[in-house]
């Protein structure tokens, strides 16, 4: 089908007015408007016309195009200046430069209330330190024509080949020759059991599909999430059990189904059922230690797997078995609180049936897998296929990481050898000089080995403690360290923990070849070398540790990041070996460091230079310079590296390593009973981290009940159980095609899309690209929930890396996964893309959305300051990544079930694209595994993209992003520069403030948010001003409180230069600049943390302390929150047996709304009887675009979701109590009053709707504090405390309140101190995954955190006199970076360092350290 791209019909002169909003228009100053403005256009509108005022400023743009005689919708959000008077604006409406419209409004400003608000502010706008943010989507009406869809230019797709071609093919193997086919065959069906129940897996599923895909796909067991498929987040933790061995914890998503035979998993389903729920579960219910309830089942399976294990129950350690799991909902410490009652259980797990392992055999689409029970078949497979790809299997971990590091020809492998059940390698010998371990075992049992000769070589002790720190439980129960040597192996750059203490302790491997010769060679010659040298099929066989002598002392360390499941930003290990009982006269010393380039390097120089001196402090002086040199020169030229690494500063790894000897050696001269001075005492410790503790203080108000109360989430227990169902975990139809996209990865015009070989790959159905969107006939542009291209097409560029140029449909995901990899693209020419927010600068790519705001006149100070501050983006990390499963009703229409937070934009976007009627289009969910805003536009391209393939293929259709895909399609928080200018009195008062911020919003303005603020501070005057930049990363996004925490963060930015910069404690300026409304959370926070008397016992020791720093920040929040721009419809009906079916349109995305309705709607529903329960109502569940007519429903973000859906429940049930007012009678129950209103025939089903005229606007203040402590050597932190004081309003849930409060402030802790998008220069983004990018876990929240909420005597919110929980604290968070600035601040003056330094977010460890520094 040709299409036409959009032309003007007829001139532009035709535009009507159809209505308009009330001229003038009478209204309170700061009130917040919505005038509405209704034009038709006679001719089609090109996309972009936009209202500007009269001056030019852009107001809104309509990005789409608008077809003619549509109507078309100009709602404006704007705050009425703060004074009295009349003020009148003019606004123009144009296209293409073109006036088509003037429009003007009279704002009639009357004040009514006594309340002293900002200064007067002299133009139409926001009033600073409260943002607008509206979302500008065009507002089109589908009520005339659609729109006719813009031509498609489709890149040549190639879907077969040529005879020739064949070659070009990697070559399949053939079936099993006949000696393989006598040891290994016939074929059997793979058999293991689940729960309890044997299962033989079909004959068609991918070898490499993994075990979570088989539960959830195969057997419907979607208590196994998959979060992120690479063993990083823990939501598919299972529990396997092997014949005479411990139960092992394990991350299904890695673990290969073919990896199975004679196993026993236990999934959460088999833990508890929501009918019979175990007492881990309950904890879980009853600590509200699930939100969005995706990382929960694998939460419970992780402290489960703990228990059966027989794990320890002290503190520390139950908070530790979290370790490899992520939430990025709660904030853990409900989490904890639930693992407190862990304690007190018992999990007994039956032993699984003894089954001899047997030699099997699996041959799959030209791939082969061999079971092995012993070396003899290992080499029999080995002697056939060494020069094949493969992959000797053990735990099979090592595919969540390697893909991070350049390719190995092994990575991609034809031909599997189980190596799990081969006796040689899981031997165990311990003598006493060493151990020597198989290399089939894992790292639990070569940590439980070190454990045990530890009680009686205590220098070994230092090596358990590191293994513990490698990955995690579900990774080291079941991977092997032989699996992590020839990770290091085949990937140089791989920071392998496992080879630097193998390496420190002077273990030897073990190689074994075909012949059954071995040899023993050391580690790093056996990591540098080209092994195997002679035999093709030579493997490790086992490693032998020697036991340190007496007189030795080892020390290791592994520096993160973050505190849990993460590689090493270095690590290091070292030995020194003493001559006699006493003294510390260096006989020996071995120096090993990792991660300064490739493999660990041993610094045997240093070593040299160390023999038989005394390792005193002159002598640790001089070999930490020898160390750096050594370092130095080793690496010649200090190389940046480049992607796919993430970089970590190389001159930080370069500092640190002698720091870390420095720390070993003093270490070692108090082992050998040497006094340290009191500033060696402090390089010599390391912060100790305690077991982590919560607080929360709130009141209940009983007369609401159970509105008000601390309930727990009505969906907890499904959650805990696993059956609360994500978009992906619903019964697939049969016939159900797996999607993938494929993503663009050059910034080049796409020229020919090969994809042949893919669609060659078994289970694979087809391949889609712009060519089918243009053959169904629907656009290929979105423009409206999202703006771009759903496929690349051949016209032009793509616009940003990540962008989807097709989608591979299959069977499995797996092979949807193998077919997306064999897609190849021919690209044009590559363009230099814009990356930074200074390139964009430079090409002149900068927009305006709100112009410059002002507040008073400028007033001089005494001494004026500049500065600046930029940021990263910060992904949303959603748990559940970006999902749709769509497929065709009865009717030919579409029902889309899509995890996203604006249903309604969605069903309108799809009606728009696929030229439907919106009639047609059904969206629904039931909830989102998390969203934080990345889900409200984000959702779109992989929601169309698999409409389209439902409307081309004809079958239902599933896409669930891969988390590195995820990443790398789609936005995040976006990267901001902001300067500033400000002029100061001598005590560190603000008088004037110019501020200037620059939000790199990637492709388009769309996920724009206003980020220029003055949060809770008054001051005299300020020019506040921010414009987005755009650049080629994706489309940069809304994501918790959007512009709002940036503001926060840069005004604290500029708060704590003044205070540095005058010479005083950042509290005492910010008290001088504070807005009065927040004296009472400030003076309550102050209080209830006893700053005069912490701040001096701080100082105390930090005088006393040269390595170690605290610091302390108290930061507040004024948050407006826009309640009346929030608009929701709800429906209460009552059936004929008193059971309630209540529908809303808030969606849950974790934030414990459908908990919120449920007690608003059971406290009306009692004041009908007294006897009505809360049980009795049930949520209709999915929310669906058919249940309501969606117009003007309000997305669910912006925190004020549950209070508007709260009025209109309140609205829909005032009516029901009115309709049975009549039955209603002292003593009657509910069940009678029902009967009898039924009877006689009353409407039982009543609507309701936030309640427009109730629904002001409302202001939130909030107060914290973080105290934190630095380590100076190396750059970690550890957050000993944050202390929150917030104005909730009269909660309507104080438990769910804190879950968010709580929640959102971790967000901002990662923001703070971790998370930061890296990106190369050609915009590719370098950590897409759990690997590289990390998000707060258990251990890195503070040790202790209080949450108060503050008492309400007098209610000032509209609902119930609630206020939001869900944003407003994580502006708090800043707190936690300018903690670190203090603690480095004072390390700083030690030094004769200024305290004034800029340093950019996350305060990560190389910035923590080099600031310390210099
Ligand atoms: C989430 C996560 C976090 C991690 N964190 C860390 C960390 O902090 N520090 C760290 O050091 N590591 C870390 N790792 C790496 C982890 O230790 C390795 O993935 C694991 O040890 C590999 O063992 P495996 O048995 O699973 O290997 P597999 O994946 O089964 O095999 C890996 C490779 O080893 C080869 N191989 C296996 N056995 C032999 C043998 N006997 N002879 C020759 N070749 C063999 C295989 O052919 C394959 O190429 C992490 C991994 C994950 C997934
Ligand atoms: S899905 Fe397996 S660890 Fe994330
Ligand atoms: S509840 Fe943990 S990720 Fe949402």
Redesign the pocket.
């Given at each position: 089908m040709a299409h036409e791209k959009h032309r003007l019909s007829k001139p532009f002169d035709s535009m009507e007015l159809i209505s308009q909003p009330a001229n003038p228009l009478k209204c309170q100053p700061g009130e917040l408007l919505s005038p509405v403005w209704q034009l038709r256009a006679g001719a089609n509108l090109p996309p972009n016309a936009a209202l500007r005022k009269a001056g030019g400023e852009v107001v809104t743009v309509i990005a789409d195009p608008v077809p003619a005689n549509c109507c078309l919708e100009l709602q404006l959000q704007l705050h009425a200046p703060e004074f009295e008077g009349d003020v009148v604006q003019n606004f123009v409406f144009t296209s293409e430069g073109e006036v088509l419209k003037e429009l003007s409004l009279v704002l009639c400003i009357r004040r009514s209330a006594k309340e002293r608000r900002a200064e007067a502010h002299p133009d139409l706008g926001i009033i600073p330190g409260s943002h607008t943010r509206r979302i500008y989507f065009g507002k089109l009406k589908l009520d005339t024509d659609l729109p006719s869809s813009e031509s498609i230019v489709a890149p040549e797709v190639i879907t077969t080949r040529g005879e020739d071609d064949w070659q070009l093919l990697d070559e399949k193997l053939m079936p099993l020759p006949p000696q393989l086919l006598q040891i290994f065959g016939p074929e059997a069906p793979l058999r293991f059991s689940v729960n309890g129940e044997e299962k033989a897996v079909p004959a068609h599923l991918p070898l490499t599909m993994s075990l979570a895909e088989y539960l959830r796909y195969e057997l419907g067991l979607t208590g196994t999430k998959i979060g992120c498929g690479?063993?990083?987040c823990g939501a598919c933790t299972v529990l396997l059990k092997a014949p005479n061995a411990k139960p092992r914890l394990a991350n299904a998503c890695?673990r290969p189904l073919h990896s199975m035979q004679g196993l026993e998993v236990t999934t959460v389903e088999d833990v508890g059922t929501v009918e019979k729920p175990h007492a881990l579960q309950q904890a879980f219910v009853k600590h509200n230690a699930s939100q969005c309830g995706m990382c929960t089942p694998g939460m419970v399976m992780a402290i489960y797997g703990h228990l059966a294990k027989g794990g320890s129950k002290q503190p520390q350690e139950l908070q530790g078995c979290i370790q490899?799991n992520l939430c990025r909902c709660t904030g853990y410490r409900p989490i904890h609180d639930a693992m407190k009652e862990a304690a007190a259980l018992e999990v007994t797990c039956s032993p699984a049936k003894a089954a001899a392992p047997k030699p099997m055999v699996w041959f799959r689409d030209g791939s082969l897998w061999f079971d092995c029970t012993s070396l003899k078949e290992v080499f029999a497979a080995l002697g056939h296929y060494a020069s094949v790809p493969?992959?000797?299997?053990?735990?099979?971990?090592?595919?969540?990481?390697t893909k991070y590091y350049p390719p190995h020809p092994?990575d991609e492998p034809k031909v599997f050898i189980n190596?799990q059940s081969v006796a040689e390698?899981r031997s165990i010998q311990r003598t006493d000089s060493g151990l020597t371990v198989g290399?089939?075992c894992t790292?639990t049992t070569l940590i439980e080995e070190l454990e045990t000769a530890s009680k009686e070589r205590q220098q070994l002790l230092p090596v358990v403690e590191h293994l513990k720190?490698?990955?995690?439980p579900q990774?080291r129960d079941?991977?092997?360290?032989?699996?992590?040597v020839?990770?290091a192996k085949?990937h140089p750059d791989f920071?392998?923990?496992?080879c630097l203490l193998l390496s420190t302790l002077k273990a030897k491997l073990t190689l074994i070849d075909s012949a059954q010769k071995t040899e023993q060679v050391d580690v790093i010659d056996f990591l540098s070398s080209k092994l195997p040298r002679n035999d093709p099929a030579q493997?490790?066989?086992s490693v032998t540790i020697p036991f340190p002598g007496a007189e030795t002392f080892l020390d290791t360390f592994k520096v993160m990041r973050r505190h849990m499941?993460?590689?090493?930003e270095v690590n290091a290990g070292f030995l020194f070996e003493f001559s006699g009982k006493d003294g510390v006269k260096v006989a020996n010393a071995r120096l090993v460091v990792g991660n300064i380039e490739h493999q660990p390097f041993v610094a045997s120089e240093t070593a040299k230079a160390l023999l038989g001196k005394d390792l005193d402090s002159v002598t640790i002086d001089a070999a930490k310079k020898t160390l750096q040199a050594e370092l130095k020169a080793h690496l010649a030229q200090p190389t940046v590296p480049e992607p796919p690494f993430v970089v970590v500063d190389p001159q930080y790894r370069l500092n640190l390593a002698p720091q870390l000897f420095a720390r070993a050696a003093l270490r070692a001269r108090r082992a050998r009973g040497l006094a340290l001075s009191a500033s060696e005492a402090s390089a010599a410790e390391a912060p100790l981290r305690p077991p982590a503790e919560g607080h929360q203080h709130f009141t209940v108000d009983s007369s609401t009940a159970p509105l008000g109360q601390p309930l727990t989430k009505v969906q907890g227990l499904d959650q805990a159980c696993g059956t609360a169902q994500f978009v992906a975990d619903a019964p697939l139809l049969p016939k159900t095609l797996f999607a993938l996209p494929v993503l663009v990865q050059k910034l080049a015009t796409l020229q020919r899309i090969d994809a042949s070989e893919c669609l060659q790959v078994e289970g694979v159905h087809s391949f889609l690209s712009a060519a089918d969107v243009k053959a169904i006939g629907a656009s290929n542009a979105m423009n409206l929930a999202y703006h771009g291209k759903i496929f690349a097409d051949a016209a032009e560029k793509p616009e940003h890396l990540g962008q989807f140029l097709g989608l591979v449909l299959a069977d499995s995901f797996e092979a949807a996964r193998t077919g997306v990899r064999l897609v190849h693209v021919e690209y044009g020419e590559e363009v230099e893309a814009t990356v930074s927010t200074a390139d964009g600068v430079l090409k002149g790519s900068v927009q305006e959305r709100h112009g410059v705001l002002s507040i008073g006149t400028h007033t001089p100070g005494t001494k004026s300051l500049q500065g600046k501050i930029s940021s990263a983006g910060q992904k949303h990390f959603y748990l559940e990544p970006q999902t749709t499963y769509a497929y065709t009703d009865c009717n030919g229409g579409l029902i889309v079930n899509s995890s996203c937070q604006v249903l309604d934009l969605a069903q309108t976007q799809l009606a728009k694209t696929l030229h439907m009627p919106m009639s047609k289009i059904n969206v629904q969910n039931q909830r989102l595994g998390g969203a934080y805003g990345g889900k409200a536009m984000l959702f779109a391209p992989g929601c169309l993209a698999v409409c389209i393939a439902v409307l081309k293929t004809k079958r239902p259709v599933l896409l669930q992003m891969d988390r590195t895909a995820d990443f790398q399609a789609f936005g995040a928080r976006a990267p901001f520069d902001a300067s500033w200018d400000c002029s100061i009195q001598d005590d560190g008062k603000i008088c004037s403030l110019k501020q200037e911020i620059l939000q790199n919003v990637g492709t388009d303005m769309m996920g724009f948010s206003q980020a220029s603020s003055v949060n809770c501070y008054n001051l005299p005057h300020a020019q506040l001003h921010c414009k987005g930049v755009i650049t080629n990363l994706p489309c940069n996004t809304w994501m918790r409180a959007p512009g709002d925490f940036e503001g926060a963060f840069i005004m604290e930015a500029i708060m704590e230069q003044v205070a540095r910069a005058v010479g005083r404690e950042p509290v005492e300026v910010q008290e001088l600049n504070l807005d009065e409304a927040m004296q009472k959370a400030w003076q309550r926070l102050k209080t209830k943390v006893s700053y005069d008397e912490t701040l001096k016992s701080l100082k105390d020791f930090n005088s006393k302390s040269r390595y170690r720093k605290k610091g302390i920040y108290c930061m507040g929040s004024r948050y407006k929150l826009e309640a009346s721009t929030f608009f929701e419809k709800a429906m209460v009906r009552v059936h004929v047996d008193g059971s309630v079916q209540l529908e809303h349109t808030g969606l849950e995305v974790g934030q414990g709304m459908d908990t919120k309705a449920l007690q608003a709607c059971a406290m009306e529903l009692k004041k009908i009887a007294g006897d009505f329960t809360m049980d009795k109502i049930q949520t209709q569940l999915p929310k669906s675009t058919k249940d309501f007519t969606w117009r003007g429903v309000t997305g669910t973000f912006g925190s004020l979701t549950s209070e508007t859906v709260v009025s209109a429940i309140l609205e829909a049930c005032g009516k029901l109590q009115k309709e049975m007012q009549p039955w209603v009678a002292a003593g009657r129950g509910w069940q009678e009053v029902v009967m009898l209103a039924t009877k006689a025939g009353a409407e039982l089903t009543q609507a309701g709707v936030t309640e427009k005229a109730k629904v002001h606007d409302y202001m939130l203040f909030s107060a914290g504090c973080a105290q934190v402590e630095i380590d100076v050597l190396t750059g970690e932190t550890q957050v000993n405390s944050f202390d929150l004081v917030y104005d909730c309003g009269k909660s309507l849930n104080p438990a769910v309140d804190i879950g968010q409060i709580e929640g959102s402030l971790m967000q901002a802790l990662g923001f703070s101190l971790l998370e930061e998008e890296t990106r190369g220069k050609d915009g590719r983004l370098i950590n897409c995954g759990?690997?590289d990018y990390k998000i707060p876990s258990g251990n890195d929240i503070p040790v202790r955190l209080d949450v108060e909420l503050l008492p309400c005597l007098k209610p000032d919110a509209p609902v119930m006199g609630s206020k939001a929980s869900g944003e407003p604290a994580q502006l708090l968070g800043g707190a936690f970076f300018y903690a670190v600035k203090d603690a480095i601040g004072y390390a700083r003056e030690e030094l004769g360092l200024s305290r004034v330094f800029r340093m950019d977010p996350p305060a990560s460890p190389s910035r923590i350290q080099t600031f310390c520094e210099q």
């Amino acid at each position: 089908m040709a299409h036409e791209k959009h032309r003007l019909s007829k001139p532009f002169d035709s535009m009507e007015l159809i209505s308009q909003p009330a001229n003038p228009l009478k209204c309170q100053p700061g009130e917040l408007l919505s005038p509405v403005w209704q034009l038709r256009a006679g001719a089609n509108l090109p996309p972009n016309a936009a209202l500007r005022k009269a001056g030019g400023e852009v107001v809104t743009v309509i990005a789409d195009p608008v077809p003619a005689n549509c109507c078309l919708e100009l709602q404006l959000q704007l705050h009425a200046p703060e004074f009295e008077g009349d003020v009148v604006q003019n606004f123009v409406f144009t296209s293409e430069g073109e006036v088509l419209k003037e429009l003007s409004l009279v704002l009639c400003i009357r004040r009514s209330a006594k309340e002293r608000r900002a200064e007067a502010h002299p133009d139409l706008g926001i009033i600073p330190g409260s943002h607008t943010r509206r979302i500008y989507f065009g507002k089109l009406k589908l009520d005339t024509d659609l729109p006719s869809s813009e031509s498609i230019v489709a890149p040549e797709v190639i879907t077969t080949r040529g005879e020739d071609d064949w070659q070009l093919l990697d070559e399949k193997l053939m079936p099993l020759p006949p000696q393989l086919l006598q040891i290994f065959g016939p074929e059997a069906p793979l058999r293991f059991s689940v729960n309890g129940e044997e299962k033989a897996v079909p004959a068609h599923l991918p070898l490499t599909m993994s075990l979570a895909e088989y539960l959830r796909y195969e057997l419907g067991l979607t208590g196994t999430k998959i979060g992120c498929g690479e063993g990083g987040c823990g939501a598919c933790t299972v529990l396997l059990k092997a014949p005479n061995a411990k139960p092992r914890l394990a991350n299904a998503c890695l673990r290969p189904l073919h990896s199975m035979q004679g196993l026993e998993v236990t999934t959460v389903e088999d833990v508890g059922t929501v009918e019979k729920p175990h007492a881990l579960q309950q904890a879980f219910v009853k600590h509200n230690a699930s939100q969005c309830g995706m990382c929960t089942p694998g939460m419970v399976m992780a402290i489960y797997g703990h228990l059966a294990k027989g794990g320890s129950k002290q503190p520390q350690e139950l908070q530790g078995c979290i370790q490899g799991n992520l939430c990025r909902c709660t904030g853990y410490r409900p989490i904890h609180d639930a693992m407190k009652e862990a304690a007190a259980l018992e999990v007994t797990c039956s032993p699984a049936k003894a089954a001899a392992p047997k030699p099997m055999v699996w041959f799959r689409d030209g791939s082969l897998w061999f079971d092995c029970t012993s070396l003899k078949e290992v080499f029999a497979a080995l002697g056939h296929y060494a020069s094949v790809p493969h992959r000797l299997v053990v735990g099979n971990t090592s595919t969540g990481v390697t893909k991070y590091y350049p390719p190995h020809p092994n990575d991609e492998p034809k031909v599997f050898i189980n190596l799990q059940s081969v006796a040689e390698l899981r031997s165990i010998q311990r003598t006493d000089s060493g151990l020597t371990v198989g290399a089939a075992c894992t790292l639990t049992t070569l940590i439980e080995e070190l454990e045990t000769a530890s009680k009686e070589r205590q220098q070994l002790l230092p090596v358990v403690e590191h293994l513990k720190l490698v990955a995690h439980p579900q990774v080291r129960d079941v991977a092997s360290w032989a699996g992590n040597v020839m990770i290091a192996k085949t990937h140089p750059d791989f920071p392998s923990d496992v080879c630097l203490l193998l390496s420190t302790l002077k273990a030897k491997l073990t190689l074994i070849d075909s012949a059954q010769k071995t040899e023993q060679v050391d580690v790093i010659d056996f990591l540098s070398s080209k092994l195997p040298r002679n035999d093709p099929a030579q493997i490790i066989h086992s490693v032998t540790i020697p036991f340190p002598g007496a007189e030795t002392f080892l020390d290791t360390f592994k520096v993160m990041r973050r505190h849990m499941n993460t590689h090493a930003e270095v690590n290091a290990g070292f030995l020194f070996e003493f001559s006699g009982k006493d003294g510390v006269k260096v006989a020996n010393a071995r120096l090993v460091v990792g991660n300064i380039e490739h493999q660990p390097f041993v610094a045997s120089e240093t070593a040299k230079a160390l023999l038989g001196k005394d390792l005193d402090s002159v002598t640790i002086d001089a070999a930490k310079k020898t160390l750096q040199a050594e370092l130095k020169a080793h690496l010649a030229q200090p190389t940046v590296p480049e992607p796919p690494f993430v970089v970590v500063d190389p001159q930080y790894r370069l500092n640190l390593a002698p720091q870390l000897f420095a720390r070993a050696a003093l270490r070692a001269r108090r082992a050998r009973g040497l006094a340290l001075s009191a500033s060696e005492a402090s390089a010599a410790e390391a912060p100790l981290r305690p077991p982590a503790e919560g607080h929360q203080h709130f009141t209940v108000d009983s007369s609401t009940a159970p509105l008000g109360q601390p309930l727990t989430k009505v969906q907890g227990l499904d959650q805990a159980c696993g059956t609360a169902q994500f978009v992906a975990d619903a019964p697939l139809l049969p016939k159900t095609l797996f999607a993938l996209p494929v993503l663009v990865q050059k910034l080049a015009t796409l020229q020919r899309i090969d994809a042949s070989e893919c669609l060659q790959v078994e289970g694979v159905h087809s391949f889609l690209s712009a060519a089918d969107v243009k053959a169904i006939g629907a656009s290929n542009a979105m423009n409206l929930a999202y703006h771009g291209k759903i496929f690349a097409d051949a016209a032009e560029k793509p616009e940003h890396l990540g962008q989807f140029l097709g989608l591979v449909l299959a069977d499995s995901f797996e092979a949807a996964r193998t077919g997306v990899r064999l897609v190849h693209v021919e690209y044009g020419e590559e363009v230099e893309a814009t990356v930074s927010t200074a390139d964009g600068v430079l090409k002149g790519s900068v927009q305006e959305r709100h112009g410059v705001l002002s507040i008073g006149t400028h007033t001089p100070g005494t001494k004026s300051l500049q500065g600046k501050i930029s940021s990263a983006g910060q992904k949303h990390f959603y748990l559940e990544p970006q999902t749709t499963y769509a497929y065709t009703d009865c009717n030919g229409g579409l029902i889309v079930n899509s995890s996203c937070q604006v249903l309604d934009l969605a069903q309108t976007q799809l009606a728009k694209t696929l030229h439907m009627p919106m009639s047609k289009i059904n969206v629904q969910n039931q909830r989102l595994g998390g969203a934080y805003g990345g889900k409200a536009m984000l959702f779109a391209p992989g929601c169309l993209a698999v409409c389209i393939a439902v409307l081309k293929t004809k079958r239902p259709v599933l896409l669930q992003m891969d988390r590195t895909a995820d990443f790398q399609a789609f936005g995040a928080r976006a990267p901001f520069d902001a300067s500033w200018d400000c002029s100061i009195q001598d005590d560190g008062k603000i008088c004037s403030l110019k501020q200037e911020i620059l939000q790199n919003v990637g492709t388009d303005m769309m996920g724009f948010s206003q980020a220029s603020s003055v949060n809770c501070y008054n001051l005299p005057h300020a020019q506040l001003h921010c414009k987005g930049v755009i650049t080629n990363l994706p489309c940069n996004t809304w994501m918790r409180a959007p512009g709002d925490f940036e503001g926060a963060f840069i005004m604290e930015a500029i708060m704590e230069q003044v205070a540095r910069a005058v010479g005083r404690e950042p509290v005492e300026v910010q008290e001088l600049n504070l807005d009065e409304a927040m004296q009472k959370a400030w003076q309550r926070l102050k209080t209830k943390v006893s700053y005069d008397e912490t701040l001096k016992s701080l100082k105390d020791f930090n005088s006393k302390s040269r390595y170690r720093k605290k610091g302390i920040y108290c930061m507040g929040s004024r948050y407006k929150l826009e309640a009346s721009t929030f608009f929701e419809k709800a429906m209460v009906r009552v059936h004929v047996d008193g059971s309630v079916q209540l529908e809303h349109t808030g969606l849950e995305v974790g934030q414990g709304m459908d908990t919120k309705a449920l007690q608003a709607c059971a406290m009306e529903l009692k004041k009908i009887a007294g006897d009505f329960t809360m049980d009795k109502i049930q949520t209709q569940l999915p929310k669906s675009t058919k249940d309501f007519t969606w117009r003007g429903v309000t997305g669910t973000f912006g925190s004020l979701t549950s209070e508007t859906v709260v009025s209109a429940i309140l609205e829909a049930c005032g009516k029901l109590q009115k309709e049975m007012q009549p039955w209603v009678a002292a003593g009657r129950g509910w069940q009678e009053v029902v009967m009898l209103a039924t009877k006689a025939g009353a409407e039982l089903t009543q609507a309701g709707v936030t309640e427009k005229a109730k629904v002001h606007d409302y202001m939130l203040f909030s107060a914290g504090c973080a105290q934190v402590e630095i380590d100076v050597l190396t750059g970690e932190t550890q957050v000993n405390s944050f202390d929150l004081v917030y104005d909730c309003g009269k909660s309507l849930n104080p438990a769910v309140d804190i879950g968010q409060i709580e929640g959102s402030l971790m967000q901002a802790l990662g923001f703070s101190l971790l998370e930061e998008e890296t990106r190369g220069k050609d915009g590719r983004l370098i950590n897409c995954g759990t690997w590289d990018y990390k998000i707060p876990s258990g251990n890195d929240i503070p040790v202790r955190l209080d949450v108060e909420l503050l008492p309400c005597l007098k209610p000032d919110a509209p609902v119930m006199g609630s206020k939001a929980s869900g944003e407003p604290a994580q502006l708090l968070g800043g707190a936690f970076f300018y903690a670190v600035k203090d603690a480095i601040g004072y390390a700083r003056e030690e030094l004769g360092l200024s305290r004034v330094f800029r340093m950019d977010p996350p305060a990560s460890p190389s910035r923590i350290q080099t600031f310390c520094e210099q």
